[in-house]
């Protein structure tokens, strides 16, 4: 019966994981309003502040900035100004967050 | 140089929001893993999202990855620098001197293309200004490339002027956005002409030079730079002969359009050459298998990217070369008849031209260059008819009002010209905005023919007053004479050929469901034709009236026989036509009942509407008009309700009385004198039609359920109705 209910999503077993899943939303929420480098699918990376999530990982990114294929020379290419944009879950490769930014928010510094 | 400095100098501008330290490379953190963890802990449908950020605000994202949405997703990525002209010239990526006769007919090829993308609506920065050598002709040292630079920045900016001040475009028709580029405003019209003229000759010289002579071995590299030479030539002469007629374009003569007409048509006789000389310009070079844009030297797709919205496609496509001189031969025909306007004198005519030139669904240089050679700064019509004479003019020949009479005692009349005079004054406005209504897009001209009824509402308010007002100083002058609904006469019957209009281009714009033609097609010919028609015979029947009395007069003074020989009467095509579409209408209206009978017209689940919503939103625009009324719902169900025959009529009598219809259209067409395109039309569909509802009368696959089909091929308005 458990493993059924889990398969169904997270709403029906809260009451043994309550506790992380307000860690997990806590962590995020920390992050909010943070600048964010997305890497998509196709190679383009988008820069720009975390605004909002959901549970299949689609992420809106407001004031975003399209970067073509190089991710760690500004160098190359001039970036596209998108605005508000929104990146499908399954379209995300891969998430980073600014250093410094991560110092206020708990739980994603530890591991780093 | 154009406004957008070089790349060095404005990198913070773009920064928005985003602290310099990103830009020397900031310290990143990866955090997917922990990322799209913890996403899985909300719930589903949760957002998690910021205080001011809410549902709201995230509609109006864009969606990466969407093909619809996301502009730069296919074919974007470039590993290239991108350039622009200084830049390009100091990396010697282009050449400003020495170029060979295959790479300017190449060049300019290809800017006549992007001309032709940018005048369909894409932006210039996209088109024609990706050729860096527009950007700045001066740096240019080819007379040749220089002066056709400057030519085609020439053209842009006359098209450009013309096509804002007849301000007849959307924003899907046109991108007036110059983004601060010059126009080589710095040089005038007349030295641009004359540097093409000067090269124009010089390439005549070595076309001369290279000619063939009688009994001389061809050498077949002097016979190729023969060629080459000839195609640069017709393309320097063909810019200069375009950018001359639109510079006559600007001239303020009536003269001065029939030169504009000479000239395009002597440019259009350029065509053929130009288009079998395409293969000797240059191709681009890169390999555009990978979704890369295609390459020529001279051209940066990418050069004005900064320049541009956000969600803006980052390459416009550009028209290939083979379809260059079609589209130009094409863009002439349609200039050639645009400057046939000015032999149609009467008002009347002159918005039926209106009407017949838009019905092509001409581009938006064609119908600027029309509204612009009509109203020539906004104040006389052709430049020399004032608006207020074309309307009295238009006036005389709908119904002859005695006010306008010069054998009326009220024609000199102080009074009852302050009358006439304010009344045609008040006209100016809404007329000049119906012409100007006739210039826009198909679509956008339906919208905006609802919203100009209600002017012509107010319109015909006055029109009924200055008549009554008329007619009482007529009856103390001269009592045998009337002056009755003379001028309401017309202006109804300009409401009349408005609200038609407004119904008609809903089947053309594909608007209307199946189950709606029906009342459609039941106002029409019930309603609106039935009134056209009266409208019609009442201005004819003024006119009659008017005519015996300048005949009593004449005779009464000589006694010179007047003709008895029947005169055609002005308004008789018109009244015929209106019967044909009655009848058109009338037919297509009881073979939508009769088919809705046998369950042959799908009909939606109404669940959140009505038929009758739907019915109020097609006529809504007609609330505004107090004469004809407007027919409600209700009405509607009462008028149109069978059960008031006896006995009600079946389908197969509906089939039949259709037929008639039809047939009747048939008769009265086939009676026209001179047929014109549109009587042919009707025919094309009266015919087949005749045979259908016969066939369906008779009970013929009565019991199939196929749904039958309406093929508008033949008339924009009038389906062939197809049993299968």
Partial sequence: MATMFEENGPSTHEQPDMSSSIQAKQKLEGLLNKNMRIRMTDGRTLVGLFLCTDRDCNVILGSAQEFLKSTDTFSQGEPRV??????????????????????????????? | MVIKSSVEDDDSGWGLGIPDKMKNNANWVDITHDFKGACKELNLGELLHDKLFGLFEAMSAIEMMDPKMDAGMIGNQVNRKVLNLEQAIKEGAI??????????????????????????????????????????????????????????????????????????????????????????????????TGMLKDVEDELQRKVKSTRSRQGEQRNPEVELEHQQCLALFNRIKFTRLLLTALITFTKKETSSVAEAQKLVAQAADLLPSIHSSIQHGIQSQNDTTKGDHPIMMGFEPLVNQRLLPPTFPRYAKIIKREEMAAYFGKLIERIKAVCDVINTTNLHGILDFFCEFSEQSPCVLSRSLLQTTFLIDNKKVFGTHLMQDMIKDALRYFVSPPVLSYKCCLFNNHQAKDYIDSFVTHCTRPFCSLIQIHGHNRARQRDKLGHILEE??????????????????????????????????????????????????????????????????????????????????????????????????????????????????????????????????????KTMVALDMDGKVRRPQFELDSEQVRYEHRFAPFNSVVTPPPVHYIQFKEMSDLKKYNPPPGSSDLYLAASKHFQQAKLILENVLSPDPEVNRILKVAKPNIVVTKLLAGGHKKDIKVLPEFDFSAHKYFPVVKII
């Fill in chain 2, 456 to 589: 012509f509402a107010t319109l015909q308010d006055e029109a009924e007053k200055v008549d009554a007002a008329l007619h009482s100083l007529l009856m103390k002058l001269e009592p045998q004479r009337q002056h009755l609904a003379c001028l309401g006469t017309w202006i109804l019957y300009h409401n009349l050929r408005i609200m038609i209009q407004y119904l008609l281009s809903g089947f053309e714009l594909e608007l209307y469901s199946m189950h709606e033609y029906y009342y459609i097609y039941w106002y029409l010919s019930e309603f609106l034709y039935a009134w056209l028609m009266s409208t019609l015979s009442r201005a004819d029947s003024s006119q009659i009236a008017e005519e015996r009395i300048l005949e009593e007069q004449l005779k009464g003074r000589s006694s010179k026989k007047t003709k008895k020989k029947k005169k055609i009467r002005p308004l008789s095509k018109e009244i015929t036509m209106s019967q044909a579409y009655q009848n058109m209408c009338a037919g297509m209206y």
């Fill in chain 2, 95 to 192: 050449k400003v001197k020495d170029l060979s006769l295959p790479e300017l007919i190449g060049i300019i090829d290809t800017c006549f293309c992007c001309l032709i993308t940018w005048l369909e609506g894409h932006s210039l920065a996209q088109t024609v200004f990706t050729c860096l050598y527009v950007h700045n002709p001066d740096l240019i040292e080819e007379p040749a490339l220089k002066a056709f630079a400057l030519g085609i920045l020439k053209v842009c900016d006359i098209a450009r002027e013309k096509i804002n001040k007849a301000a007849v475009f959307e924003e899907e028709d046109f991108q007036a956005m110059t983004y601060g580029f010059k126009m080589a405003n710095n040089v005038t019209d007349l030295r641009v």
């Fill in chain 1, 82 to 112: 998108l605005g508000l944009a929104m990146i499908p879950g399954h379209h995300v490769v891969s998430i980073e967050v600014e250093a410094d930014s991560l110092e206020d928010s708990q739980g994603f510094v530890a591991k780093h």
